[in-house]
């Protein structure tokens, strides 16, 4: 009787481990669409620009600013998110970006000139900066250390996702010419985001920061599971919330503090100057200097999203399982052979048919390159690296780098090909792209498998970035 009863207490303890995960899963899953609006608006640009170039009259310049106002907007965003996920929490942060992204999106729809569209960009601009700074930051809270990379890599999937979505919606309107469409439907997927966010549950560590404890175990239980590694999971994180200063104080007292939040600035700004949203802004401009036509390099700009998509896939699969850095290697090193190939492929000795191939093969070696690295790895590392009472600061600073640098390139890149030409542009980001891979060599640590309070507790003790984790090899999760 007491085997059958032990037997069956070890079944139904499986169960609820079960149903937990797929919890998990599902609260990351929804937060994720925060990406799914973010790959929204970066890919509705590169079909709308044209149109509206040609009906407001548009310079480079205007152009440029048109592109980059989403990003000055998301710049200014993620202080706000990090003040509001601070106070209110992950869970209201979230409805705050998607109420303010559902706003933009139809205010860029109805605007009446290019002041109108600037502003609307500007304020989509704030709902993505608080989304990008929120939802890595909340998945990465509630996922276990065994799936933690594969459920903040999901976020990324979503942004590719959108991406695609959006090429393929601004191909089937250029056939009508209207980019107030392109922008008015991206609001949809927004509001879904809204009405999502409602059902997910709190971050366990804020709750334990706020001094919850007893919401924050009940989280965790619904999170992971009724058992031991809850109760464990919980102390860990007491322990480091003892852990002197935070923010600014923080990063005054601690060397060590501003080390993890330079080291997540660099890789933000090392994501944005691999050039791929020069790619995903400027796609049909890119394709059309190879030859084709109007409708042809929007739905090969579709084929590139497709390859985006695809990649992002494989590196859900392979991010705890291969481990961070040698994906971020391996897939600079694949960026820098596309751009490469994007920068002979407009050379003088190359024929026009070759061109074309070199032009359409660089563009998806370069994206899948990204989409399989740096696009969601880099996302991982920055929600992982930094200690739980700087939390907020570090993954600021670091999001912040990010929509500054996308600013910077997204506004240059047309004055840079005027000053460069397009071969040059490209050879450009493949040096930058070889440079790197040495940064990540040097600097980079491997988290793959490490719990967050680990990672933080060997961070914080001065660790060597590249040691870190590797006094005990971490067995690859599953996923």
């Known amino acids: 009787m007491t085997l059958y009863g032990e037997i069956d207490a070890a079944d139904a303890g499986r169960v609820r481990a079960a149903a937990a995960r797929g919890r998990a899963g599902l609260a990351s899953g929804l937060a994720a669409v925060a990406g799914l ?32 106002a989403m990003m000055l907007g998301a710049a200014l965003g993620v202080p706000v998110a990090a003040r509001l996920s601070f106070g209110w929490g992950r869970k209201r942060t979230l409805l705050t970006g998607a109420a303010l992204f559902v ?9 009446g000139s290019l002041a109108g569209l600037v502003a609307g960009r500007v304020v989509m601009g704030l709902a993505v900066g608080i989304s990008t700074f929120t ?55 927004g509001i ?59 990063l005054r007292a601690d060397r060590n503090f501003r080390r993890t939040v330079l080291l ?27 030859g084709l036509g109007d409708h042809a390099r929007l739905w090969g700009t579709v084929s590139v999203g497709a390859v985006n998509v695809a990649a992002t896939f494989l590196a859900i699969g392979l991010v705890d399982r291969w481990g961070r850095r040698p ?49 969601p790895v880099i996302w991982v590392l920055c929600a992982e690296i930094q200690p739980l009472r700087g939390r907020e600061f570090g993954v600021a600073c670091s999001t912040v780098t990010n929509w500054v640098a996308n600013m910077i390139v997204g506004a240059s890149f047309l004055t840079l090909t005027d000053r460069l030409g397009l071969s040059g542009a490209f050879w450009l980001y493949a040096g930058l792209n070889a440079l790197f891979v040495l940064l990540v060599a040097r600097f980079v640590p491997e988290t793959r498998g490490l719990t967050l309070e680990r990672i933080e507790r060997e961070l914080t003790a001065g660790v060597r970035l ?7 090899p971490a067995a690859p999760g599953g996923i």
């Not at 996922?143 to 979503?158: E, F, K, N, T, W």
């Not at 919606?169 to 439907?185: E, H, K, P, V």
């Not at 009724?226 to 464990?232: E, I, L, T």
């Not at 660099?266 to 049909?284: D, S, W």
């Open 327 to 375: 994906m971020l290697i391996c897939g600079l090193v694949v960026m820098s052979i596309g751009m490469a190939l994007l920068g002979y492929s407009p050379s003088a000795e190359v024929r026009e048919v070759t061109a074309r191939v070199l032009a359409v093969g660089g563009l998806a070696c370069f994206v899948a390159g990204f989409a399989f690295s740096a696009g």
């Open 466 to 472: 590249r040691d870190v984790g590797r006094a005990t």
């Open 192 to 250: 879904v985001f809204l009405i999502g966010v409602a059902f997910l549950p709190a971050s366990p560590r804020w709750l334990m920061m706020h001094g919850q404890r007893e919401a924050a175990r009940r989280a965790l239980e619904e999170l992971r599971g009724q058992g031991r590694s809850v109760a464990r999971e919980l102390r860990e994180i007491d322990a480091r919330l003892h852990a002197r200063g935070s923010g600014w104080a923080l």
């Open 264 to 290: 997540g600035v660099m890789l933000q700004a090392v994501q944005q100057f691999t050039g791929m949203n020069v790619v995903m802004y400027y796609a049909p401009r890119i394709l059309g200097l190879a």
């Open 37 to 68: 609006m973010f790959g929204l608006d970066i890919g509705v640009i590169s079909g709308a620009l044209g149109p509206i170039a040609r009906q407001y009259h548009a310079s480079h310049l205007q152009q440029e600013w048109i592109v980059a």
């Open 103 to 111: 706003a933009g999106s139809l205010s860029c729809a109805l605007a």
């Open 135 to 189: 939802a890595p930051l909340y998945i990465a809270e509630i996922a276990d250390s065994g799936h933690r990379g594969a459920m903040v890599s999901i976020y990324q999937l979503m942004i590719t996702i959108g991406i695609m979505a959006a090429f393929v919606s601004n191909a089937l309107f250029s056939y009508f010419d209207t980019w107030r469409w392109m922008f008015g439907i991206t609001a949809f997927p």
